[in-house]
C-alpha cells in the first residue's frame, strides 16, 4: 500500500515546474528567462517570492522593495530587521529595529568570527552563546549551547559519529568542564561517495532517511516501517512544516547541518541563513564560486547545491535522474532509427517491438526475480522468427544483459508473442547487437 506519493513535472531546460505530493499537495514553480528560480507556490496556496535584481540581489516580493542592500550583496535591510558587517564583510549583528538610540535593538544577535573566517560564537537575544570549534580543513568538531557539547567525527567530508556530553562551569578553574560520559550517541550513514544521508543509528536503533529528488531528507522510518520524521522546505530551506521527532534530521540542502539554536546552517566554510535566503558570509573564493552576488546561494534550488558554501553543483540525485533520461531519450532514439530500417525492409506488420521472452507455455522467463526482453524481433510471411535484435550505443557494455539473456534461454524453449498473442519460438534465433552512434 502506498502510503506517500510524489511526483515531479518537468520542463524545458530540465526545470522542475512542480512538485505532486499526496500529503501537501502541490506546489508550483515559476522562473527567469534565464533559468534562475524566483517563484514558488505551494498547495495551501501560499506565495513566495525570490525575485533578483540585476546583481543577484534576492527580494521576497515580485517589485524589489522591503530589502535594502549594501555592496557586494550584504543585506542591510529586511523588512523590520536590519544587520551589521564587519570590515571583512562578515555579519557582526542583527536586530529588529534601526539601532539608533530611541529606537534600540530588539531580538539582538551577535555574530563573533575568528580570523580565518569561521564563525566562533553566536550570542542569542536571550544572551545565551552558542561556540563552535573546528579542525583545520574547516570540519566543525563542536557546538556548545548552556550545559550541552555536541560533538562530531569525521568520514572525509561527511559527519560519521555524533554525540553530547554535559558540561558545567567552574567558577574555581573559570572554564566549562566537560563530562566524559557520551549520550544520544549517532552514527550517519551516507549514500557512496555522496553527501545525501541514508539512514542513522541512534543509541543503537535504526531508522532510514528519505530524500527527494535533490538529496534533501523529508521522512525517516524505523526499523518496523513506521514514520518518525518529516520535514516540508521551502525554496529556500527554511521549514514549513516539521512532525514527529521534531530536528531528529538535522541536514537541509546536501552539505547543509542546520543549528536549531542560531538559526543558521552549517555548509562547511560557510553558514547559511534560510531565513534571509542567503549566507551571512562572503564567498571564501569570491567570483570564482560562480554567482555574482558574494553571499549569494545557487541560483536554482531545485536542482543546484553548494556542498561546501563555495561554488554551486548540480545535486548528485539529479544528476543522476537526468543522466538516466537522458540515456532513455538517446536509446529511444536509436531504436526508433533502427526501427524504420526495418520497417522499410520488413515491412511495418512484420517487425515487432519491446518482447519479453518467455516458456513454451508463454510464462515469463526469469532470472534473480527479473525478466529480459528484447528490443526488436522480425517476422516471415508465415510468422516465423528470423530475426532478433538488441539496439545499443557504440560504446555500451552489454555484457551482463547479454549473459541474463543466455542464462534464460538455457532454461529452455524460448518464445515471444506476437500483435494476436500467438506464441513465437525464438530459440535458435541468437540476439543480434546493433550499435548506432
Known sequence: RTRHLRRYRWGKADRLLATEDSRRGTTRYGYTPNGQLEYAEYGDGTEQWRKSDEVGNLYPNP?????????????????????????????????????????????????????????????????????????ALGRRLSKSFGTTMTRWMWNGNVPLHQWKQRRSYSREEGA?????????????????????PAAMIKEG?????????????????????????????DMNGKVIEETGNVGMIPFLFQGQYYDRETGLAYNRFRYYSPQM?????????RLAGGIINLYGYVDDANICIDLFGLVKTYGENFVAELKKKTNKREGLRRENTFRRILEEKYGKDRVLSERMLLDDKGNKRTYNGSGRRVDFVVLDDDGNAIGVYEVTSKTANKKEQMTKEKIIRMQGITTIRDNQGNLVEISNLPTKIIRIK
Open 277 to 285: 535566503g542567503m549566507y551571512v558570509s562572503q564567498d571564501p573564493i
Open 63 to 135: 517589485d524589489c522593495t522591503v530589502r535594502r542592500f549594501l555592496k557586494g550583496g550584504a543585506m542591510e535591510q529586511d523588512g523590520k530587521w536590519h544587520c551589521e558587517y564587519d570590515k571583512d564583510g562578515n555579519l557582526t549583528e542583527r536586530y529588529i529595529g534601526t539601532g539608533r538610540w530611541l529606537d534600540g535593538k530588539k531580538e539582538h544577535w551577535k555574530y563573533r568570527w575568528n580570523a580565518d573566517g569561521s564563525l566562533a560564537k553566536v550570542v542569542r537575544p536571550d544572551g545565551e552563546e552558542v561556540t563552535f570549534e573546528y579542525d
Open 176 to 196: 566549562w568542564l566537560t563530562e566524559e560520559e557520551r549520550k544520544e550517541r549517532t552514527l550517519w550513514l551516507f549514500e557512496e561517495e555522496s553527501f545525501v
Open 205 to 233: 536503533k535504526a531508522y532510514s532517511i528519505l530524500t527527494d529528488h535533490l538529496g534533501t531528507p523529508t521522512e525517516a522510518y524505523d526499523t518496523e516501517g513506521n514514520e518518525v520524521w518529516s520535514r516540508t522546505l
